[in-house]
């Protein structure tokens, strides 16, 4: 079975500043990997999300994440965050095929918090 | 399109009373799912569907039950509340073809407190 593991719980930063949330993930199969994003008292939205192809995929609001394969990693990465970034972000896993690939795994959430 | 919507967006309960989650989706998706949101568990999958008519177990299921009567709504029961229950509860479709890439869709969700 698969897992997802976000190494921080909580991630306090900057405006402005870089931030890296970190995201690993156990599988013995080919997955598709996802970012979501809860802003407070909402509901998940998809972030961006890796299928195949190029390790660097980008959302439309400045985020990007790479997988690497060998280290079983997508972290999600922004150059200058604004106070707006402030939410809690999930990173999931789901297998590209076979039993249980239409089911998400998440991780336990790593909430962002933008300093002024 | 409204998407996923969730009835009702809060609640309160006693122990022991029972309750009827009402999950919706416009968008003719076969797959449909409700999780629970724990502070520091992430989401937690409770039951699950993947056509009207079906259901099936998640990975939190004791203490619910769903039932998937039409495609467009997945009904999460509780048949006598408890505390425990007490949680955020996010429903969440899927197409269920294999272009959709497993991307899920999620509503707004329901507060529930169990006193």
């Known amino acids: 079975a698969q897992s997802v593991t976000q190494l921080d719980s909580q991630v306090p930063v900057f405006e402005e500043a870089p931030v890296e949330l970190r995201c690993n993930y156990s599988?013995?199969?080919?997955?598709?990997l996802f970012w979501y994003v809860q802003y407070p008292n909402q509901g998940l939205q998809l972030l961006l999300k890796y299928l195949s192809g190029s390790t660097l995929v980008e959302s439309i609001n400045g985020f990007e994440a790479e997988f690497n394969k060998s280290q079983t990693s997508f972290h999600l990465r922004k150059p200058s965050v604004h106070i707006s970034d402030t939410a809690e972000y999930f990173c999931?896993?789901?297998?590209?095929?076979?039993?249980?690939?239409?089911?998400?795994?998440f991780g336990k959430g790593t909430k962002l918090s933008v300093i002024p | 399109n409204a998407g996923v919507t969730q009835t009702p967006k809060f609640r309160v309960l006693k122990t022991g009373q029972s309750m009827t989650l009402l999950c919706a989706q416009d968008?003719?998706?076969?797959?449909m799912y409700w999780y629970r949101q724990d502070p520091g568990m992430g989401l937690r999958l409770i039951h699950y569907?993947?056509?009207?008519?079906?259901?099936a177990k998640g990975e939190v299921p004791d203490g619910y039950n769903v039932s998937r009567l039409k495609k467009q709504n997945f009904l999460l029961g509780l048949e006598s509340a408890a505390p425990s229950q007490t949680s955020v509860y996010f429903c969440?479709?899927?197409?269920?073809?294999?272009?959709?890439?497993?991307?899920?869709?999620f509503g707004p969700g329901t507060r529930l407190t169990v006193l």
């Open positions: 999931a896993v789901s297998l590209e095929s076979g039993a249980g690939s239409y089911q998400l795994t």
């Open positions: 969440a479709s899927f197409p269920g073809d294999a272009s959709s890439y497993n991307e899920q869709f």
């Open positions: 569907s993947v056509g009207e008519g079906t259901t």
């Open positions: 968008m003719n998706h076969e797959y």
């Open positions: 599988s013995s199969v080919s997955v598709y």
